[in-house]
């Protein structure tokens, strides 16, 4: 089988044993990225998506608006093809020497740091946090305090501190947000977010 | 709070909540970073470790050999400072050139060239599957066939079609391995493993 041919026959099996869901179809097609990249079906329960959410996405999307990541494998993870076709990047500023610097000189951490470093790029973008809780926390004080405006939020971040808090800060707010309820996500689990934003947005 | 310190707090969670396990301490180690990196608990009941699987890891990393993954996430999420004092390297191949040249012309998939690519590479090294199934039942062809020989292999493809099986036929085996039982998996879990193992390594 290709690797198409696997996708396809993978969704099919997804359907057959999620059964009858809560979801639209363009929020299924995002759940049901996520259980495909995580064989999880846990999500089903715990996915919370903002009504305005997907559109958000897709319109920056298709606008060749930036995609912001926390985390380097998280930007690996995201499709180019469709990325290229959008005119649209996906940029992590983890490393960049300068955040290294200004970490070290502010006393934030580097994942906090990185978000500061990307307000001028994530105007009207998409901001991905698919593992670090300080990073989505950060991100929500600057949307409150009116310096950062991302269009769409995908909250993600996975572990066993503030990993859940962050994320049920975020799903409280009315900012456009793709989430989820407890301690699961991670760096692929976002990746798979956007990527089916992505295949969405080469869609009617 | 600091990386390090929410980490160590991480751990401290962990460590409660798992209570009485099965595992060696350096098993428990991989464990516990593969239950930080999904937040998942089921990994304590469906991991598997051949039992020479750590001491070959920890050789070939002491000894500097290379890392192989199939996917650039695993890639990219693997700790580059413990690579660096081991004078190791981490090496993915599936966007090589070369790669999609061959794959096209054999009617391999991309993920199984990539196997016969790193052929003279993984020599005593450690492969790292976290994604593809295509990847790992290639891999177990060779290695039957005396063609590869990788110190060990962490497989861990995760998916509905051939992930459980592919996995199934690795633990058969006698050869060096860390994998788990079932569909769940990953590039970020398998890149978990392989840092566990590079902690491990610069400790005595």
């Known amino acids: 089988m290709k690797p198409d041919e696997i996708e396809a026959l993978s969704f099919k099996i997804i359907d057959e044993e999620a059964g009858e869901h809560r979801f639209s179809p363009h929020e299924w097609n995002i759940v049901r990225r996520m259980i495909h990249t995580s064989a999880d079906f846990e ?21 060749g608006k930036a995609i912001i990541t926390d985390t380097e494998m998280a930007r690996v993870g995201i499709r180019k093809k469709e990325l290229e076709y959008f005119k ?4 992590c500023f983890i490393h960049a020497p300068s955040i290294v610097k200004s970490a070290g000189a502010s006393g934030m951490t580097r994942a906090q740091a990185a978000v500061d470093a990307a307000i001028p790029f994530m105007e009207n973008g998409i901001y991905v946090v698919g593992n670090a809780p300080t990073a989505l ?28 808090e962050s994320k049920a800060a975020l799903i409280e707010t009315d900012y456009p947000h793709i989430s989820n309820i407890g301690r699961k996500g ?19």
Chains 1, 2 share one sequence.
């Open 43 to 63: 999500y089903m329960d715990t996915v919370r998506f903002h009504p305005k959410a997907i559109e958000a996405g897709l319109k920056a999307i298709r606008s």
């Open 88 to 91: 649209s990047s996906v940029t």
């Open 137 to 164: 926390l950060r991100l929500l004080e600057l949307v409150k305090e009116g310096k950062a405006r991302p269009a769409l939020i995908i909250g993600l971040p996975v572990g066993f501190v503030n990993a859940a």
């Open 186 to 204: 991670g760096s692929n689990l976002a990746a798979g977010v956007v990527n089916a934003l992505l295949k969405m947005a080469t869609q009617k």
